[in-house]
């Protein structure tokens, strides 16, 4: 599983989502959210399977 966190700071963290990321590709979407960092913390893992990022996209919600 992963948890996605964000933040103003760097210090402070916010939850924003979470999952099983069951796949090979994972979509995850949350509410709109200002911060300057994201990170994605694994929470669960298997002795069969591992995973890793290989890419990353963030899009901003629109304004107006």
């Known amino acids: 599983g ?5 933040s103003d700071d760097g ?8 999952g099983a990321g069951d796949g090979p590709i994972t979509s995850v ?13 694994q929470t669960g893992a298997t002795e ?9 996209s963030f899009f901003g919600a629109k304004r107006g």
């Open 2 to 6: 992963y948890v996605v966190e964000v």
């Open 29 to 41: 979407r949350f509410p709109p959210t200002v911060a300057r960092f994201v990170r994605v913390r």
């Open 11 to 18: 210090v402070a963290w916010k939850e924003v989502a979470r």
């Open 48 to 56: 069969q399977w591992y995973w890793s990022i290989h890419e990353a």
